[in-house]
Nanobody, 121 residues
Framework: QVQLVESGGGLVQAGGSLRLSCAAS????????VGWYRQAPGKQRELVAV?????STNYADSVKGRFTISRDNAKMYLQMNSLKPEDTAVYYC?????????????????WGQGTQVTVSS
């Protein structure tokens, strides 16, 4: 069974850093684009950063210059520096994986379980 498992969240003071990790497990052929999303209480889930299979990246304006997305084989990372209280949210990784189904190869989207990031002022 293919799944994404996240780790690295926690409580940090404003100005601090955290590194989130997301590991893909199970049987799959390839990983396409990978993204990190976040959802704060009472708000919609928003895209934070994305990285393509070719390594191209894109960031939300609110995190540009502070966050860095990267990938290494079946692991994906989000390095978060200069954290602010408004970065507090549950962070989710998202990836498109090419998997084998009974009907053949198919590209499916998967989500991690989410990890809490809390930034205190």
């Amino acid at each position: 069974q293919v799944q994404l498992v996240e780790s690295g969240g926690g409580l940090v003071q404003a100005g601090g850093s955290l590194r989130l990790s997301c590991a893909a497990s199970g049987t799959f052929f390839s990983i396409n684009a990978v993204g990190w999303y976040r959802q704060a209480p009472g708000k919609q889930r928003e895209l934070v950063a994305v990285i393509t299979s070719g390594g191209s990246t894109n960031y939300a304006d609110s995190v540009k210059g502070r966050f860095t997305i990267s990938r290494d084989n079946a692991k994906m990372y989000l390095q978060m520096n200069s954290l602010k209280p408004e970065d507090t949210a549950v962070y989710y990784c998202n990836a498109g994986l090419l998997v084998l189904l009974p009907t053949g190869k198919s590209r499916r989207e998967y989500w991690g379980q989410g990890t809490q990031v809390t930034v205190s002022s």
